[in-house]
């Protein structure tokens, strides 16, 4: 059984800050996606990383992808009360299917 | 262009009651995924099908079954419900036929069973 943790699951910072989420597996995965949830709606793609070692950034966000591709870190640097979510990393089985972590609960004081 | 659509968006049933959800994916998109979301088990997957054929399904009891149509609408259904049934029911798609390119959600449907 494939399973990913994550961690920490909660997380509350002061504006300003930075903060790393880890997720980490003994399986290998074909790629790890990261989503972003907010209460009451659906997750939201924030990336997907295929390649071991990859290293994707998005503005202020940096996401990375184990070489084993069992492993994938999203830090934030900078954190702003607008990053407040519930983050969830992903990992890409066969025949479409997502194996979630927990999730990260990110509360960004101002 | 729109996004993921599910309906309803909030349900109540009694137990012992079934329930069909649906799901209608973006333009184009071939795939869809059923999750469902709980505060104590996350996001856990019931099943994925492409084009009408359900290539995958997760380890849930057979009361939840679901299908796939020719225009890629996706309904899901949960006969002789439970407590633990009441949860947030998630419906994605994509366009590529492998997981790894990512997927669009719906806003979900939140089922409540009393």
């Known amino acids: 059984t494939q399973l990913l943790e994550q961690s920490p699951q909660f997380l509350s910072i002061q504006e300003g800050e930075n903060l790393t989420v880890y997720c980490n597996s003994s399986?290998?995965?074909?790629?790890l996606q990261w989503y972003r949830q907010e209460p009451g709606e659906g997750p939201v793609l924030l990336v997907t990383v295929v390649t071991g070692g990859e290293v994707k950034k998005l503005k202020r966000l940096t996401f990375q992808f184990g070489d084993a591709r069992k492993d994938s870190s999203l830090h934030i640097t900078a954190a702003q009360p607008g990053d407040t979510g519930l983050y969830l990393c992903?990992?890409?089985?066969?025949?479409?299917?997502?194996?979630f972590g927990q999730g990260t609960e990110l509360s960004v004081k101002p | 262009k729109a996004g993921v659509t599910q309906t309803p968006r909030y349900l109540i049933k009694t137990r012992g009651q079934q329930v069909t959800l649906s799901c209608s994916p973006i333009?184009?998109?071939?795939?869809v995924s059923w999750y469902q979301q709980t505060p104590g088990q996350g996001l856990q997957f019931l099943f994925e099908?492409?084009?009408?054929?359900?290539?995958n399904k997760g380890n849930f009891p057979g009361r939840f079954s679901g299908r796939q149509f020719s225009n890629s609408r996706s309904e899901m259904n949960v006969s002789t419900l439970e407590l633990g049934d009441s949860a947030l029911y998630l419906c994605?798609?994509?366009?590529?036929?492998?997981?790894?390119?990512?997927?669009?959600f719906g806003s979900g449907t939140r089922l409540t069973v009393v």
């Open positions: 992903a990992g890409g089985s066969q025949g479409g299917k997502l194996i």
């Open positions: 994605a798609s994509s366009l590529a036929a492998v997981s790894d390119y990512g997927y669009t």
């Open positions: 333009s184009g998109h071939r795939s």
């Open positions: 099908y492409f084009s009408e054929t359900q290539r």
């Open positions: 399986s290998v995965f074909s790629s």
